[in-house]
């Protein structure tokens, strides 16, 4: 945990410790009630922060896991369940989790708009369902009693802060896993996710689940602040207007979801004070949201960016010092074949083995008959003018198309019943030709969640130091492009794979950077045991780096040998390089 994250923790807790004990004795008993809304209104925005801040699923449903958390507790409490309400709060949730699961499962074909009229077709039922019966106690006016010391209302909204403040410090443990940190690549790229052994489904589905388990506690509250509740406290209009605020607010940070809380709790207040109608507080969360997505951040979002950018600037510039002004040092000298290979690339052992890999689209045939070998401790090019199918062959090698005829075989064993999470976890990671890294996180982060492990500050050290990498304490967010795609390979190379297949890594780069930059990839099979297949148009830097080169035209392969005798190649020559010669080196 970083100084800010620590510094963030404890002030969240100290506010918590300061409105708990301040509040209850300052405020009237009106405003007391409007507090124990927005908090529980906050422990509902929690959820939101979940499934659309953190997994950026579009969610139209939350009140209604509300509902059966609040339905549970009123059935337990009418039955004389043993436990109170603390537990109750618990079995609610819990029974909202199957609920989110089964409405999480069309996310794994569908998203976005189609998605959101899934959930909100859910919510619209639930309002059926719930108008058609009373909640459990309401006929016999059967009343919630609250645990003891919290029976009183400054009783209850410490109780409910510190409901709050238990979830928000469970969840922020939680964005420092594996899990937590694999929805910011959810939000960002799926495919990218996928790529780093992340199983999407499962992300997806632990989403709603613990959305859901987090808005049926909310519900339970929400019970317990009024005794008895009615249908209306859950209309699917209270959905739509959450979203909104979640959009515009962003709930996975606590402030945000206690704004989000105080903003639905007041706004019928505001309103009747303007003299206003009360849907007017929706078009105005409505426009809030839109303004957020136009900018592409919630406020939140933007107001920790500016502070953790702010923090890293000062790093980058103390790390950097007085030579920060200094002309950067040549590139080091490169050359064709590592030193350490004790033998010809063709005569070791192949770690990737392609054979016959033939993709179609239609009637389009994009890779016809590819044969490709990369040996193990090897730097493989593949090479070709666009349109080739380079693109497709990784793509095809890495699970992401399916349907491909041929074999890919990994220390020879078959993967072409696999996806491309388990691909990635058998050793085949991969790199995109556009980096979809999520701001939010800092290298760090980024490199352990490409790891899969918890990676030793060390081992990222050295990672970023060898490729060149600013401090790991940065956010990816003041990142350049060129360092991105840097960052990108160092999170491949980090999950110590058997093989990387890195797609245009030096784009946008300068011809010294990208000289550099194969200084330091040839030293990668001897250093971290990783062989690589590099797909790339600077011939300059496929010929200091590759061993051995194949050639793609048209989804056939014309040339594939050690490097200088494929570019000697006249068929070679005249398909892609022209009649310029390319200087060898």
């Not at 997505?293 to 933007?302: A, I, K, N, P, W």
């Not at 074949?337 to 083995?353: M, T, W």
């Not at 401790?377 to 491909?404: D, E, R």
């Amino acid at each position: 945990m970083n100084l800010l994250d620590k510094r963030s923790l404890g002030l969240g807790l100290g506010a918590a410790v300061l409105a708990c004990a301040v509040l209850p004795n300052v405020l009237s008993a009106y405003w007391i009630y409007l507090a124990i809304s927005a908090m529980v209104g906050a422990v509902v925005m929690q959820s939101f922060g979940v499934i659309v801040g953190r997994a950026g699923v579009m969610s139209l449903c939350q009140m209604s896991f509300a509902a059966i958390g609040a339905w549970v507790v009123l059935r337990l409490n009418v039955a004389g369940a043993p436990g109170g309400l603390l537990v109750w709060l618990v079995l609610g949730g819990l029974a909202a989790v199957p609920v989110g699961v089964a409405i999480g499962l069309p996310a794994l074909r569908i998203r976005g708009v189609n998605l959101a009229v899934v959930t909100f077709g859910f919510a619209v039922s639930t309002d059926i369902v719930l108008n058609a019966d009373q909640f459990p106690g309401a006929e016999d006016l059967t009343m919630l009693e609250r645990p003891e010391p919290f029976t009183g209302d400054a009783g209850y909204f410490v109780f409910t802060v510190i409901v709050f403040t238990v979830i928000a410090v469970a969840l922020a443990a939680l964005a420092r896993t594996r899990l937590g940190l694999s929805w910011y690549e959810l939000r960002h790229s799926e495919r990218a996710a996928a790529a780093h052994g992340v199983s999407v489904a499962r992300s997806k589905l632990a989403a709603f689940a613990i959305s859901a388990f987090i808005a049926g506690v909310g519900g339970g509250l929400l019970a317990g602040q009024l005794s008895l509740v009615v249908p209306s406290n859950f209309a699917m209009g209270q959905s739509l207007a959450l979203f909104a605020v979640a959009i515009m607010i962003g709930p996975h940070h606590p402030e945000g979801a206690v704004l989000g809380g105080v903003f639905g709790a007041v706004m019928a207040t505001i309103m009747e004070k303007a003299h206003l109608p009360q849907d007017f507080g929706g078009v105005l969360f409505g426009a809030g949201a839109l303004l957020a997505l136009r900018g592409g951040m919630s406020q939140t979002d933007l107001t920790r960016t500016r502070k953790r950018e702010r923090a890293a600037r000062k790093l980058l510039e103390d790390a950097a010092g007085p030579d920060d002004a200094l002309p950067a040092p040549p590139a080091p000298p490169v050359r064709a074949v590592p030193a350490a290979a004790p033998e010809p690339a063709g005569e070791r052992r192949p770690c990737l083995d392609v054979r016959g890999l033939t993709v179609r689209f239609g009637e389009v045939v994009a890779l016809d008959n590819v044969d490709l070998a990369v040996p193990e401790g090897a730097v493989v090019g593949l090479i070709g003018p666009n349109g080739a199918g380079k693109s497709t062959f990784i793509a095809a090698v890495t699970g992401f198309v399916a349907g491909y005829g041929g074999t890919v075989e990994l220390d020879g064993r078959p993967l072409d019943r696999l996806g491309p999470a388990p691909r990635a976890g058998r050793g085949l990671r991969r790199t995109f030709q556009t980096t979809a890294i999520a701001p939010e996180l800092t290298q760090y982060e980024y490199l352990t969640m490409g790891a899969g492990r918890r990676l030793p500050r060390a081992e990222a050290d050295e990672l970023l130091e060898f490729f060149g990498c600013p401090p790991g304490e940065a956010p990816v967010s003041i990142v350049d492009a060129g360092t991105r795609r840097l960052l990108d390979v160092a999170a491949a190379i980090a999950a110590r794979p058997r093989a990387a297949l890195l797609d245009e890594p030096a784009a946008g780069q300068s011809a010294a950077e990208s000289l550099r930059f194969g200084a330091r990839l040839t030293e990668v099979p001897e250093r971290f045991g990783v062989s690589i297949l590099l797909v790339e148009h600077d011939m300059e830097l496929v010929q200091a780096t590759c061993e051995l080169v194949t050639v793609l035209d048209f989804g056939h392969v014309i040339a594939s040998g050690p490097t200088r005798d494929v570019m000697d190649d006249p068929a070679v020559r005249a398909a892609y390089l022209g009649a310029a010669d390319v200087p060898a080196s």
